[in-house]
C-alpha cells in the first residue's frame, strides 16, 4: 500500500536523504522517498503492519532532526 505523508519542520535536504535512506531499511517498507522541497514522505509499504512501520519511522525522523513531525491523518 502507498501513502503520502506531510513532514513538518525538516529543514535540511541532508536530513530528508538520512530519513529516506533510514525509512527504506524498516523491514516491511517496499520503498520510502522523502522529498525536502515538498515536504512530504511517500511510503510503499505491508498494509497489516503500517503502524508499526509508522512508529518506527517517526523514531528515525526525531533522531535525525528532532523538530520534525510526520503528520498522520
Given at each position: ?14 536530513c530528508a536523504a538520512k530519513m529516506e535512506a533510514a525509512i527504506s531499511k524498516i523491514d516491511g517498507v517496499e520503498s520510502a522517498a522523502v ?39
Amino acid at each position: 500500500m502507498k501513502k503520502i505523508y506531510k513532514l513538518e519542520d525538516l529543514d535540511c535536504a541532508n536530513c530528508a536523504a538520512k530519513m529516506e535512506a533510514a525509512i527504506s531499511k524498516i523491514d516491511g517498507v517496499e520503498s520510502a522517498a522523502v522529498s525536502f522541497m515538498t515536504q512530504k514522505l511517500t511510503i510503499e509499504a505491508d498494509e497489516s503492519r503500517l503502524d508499526e512501520i509508522m512508529k518506527k519511522a517517526a523514531k528515525i525522523c526525531k533522531k535525525i532532526e528532532p523538530d520534525c513531525k510526520i503528520i498522520v491523518k
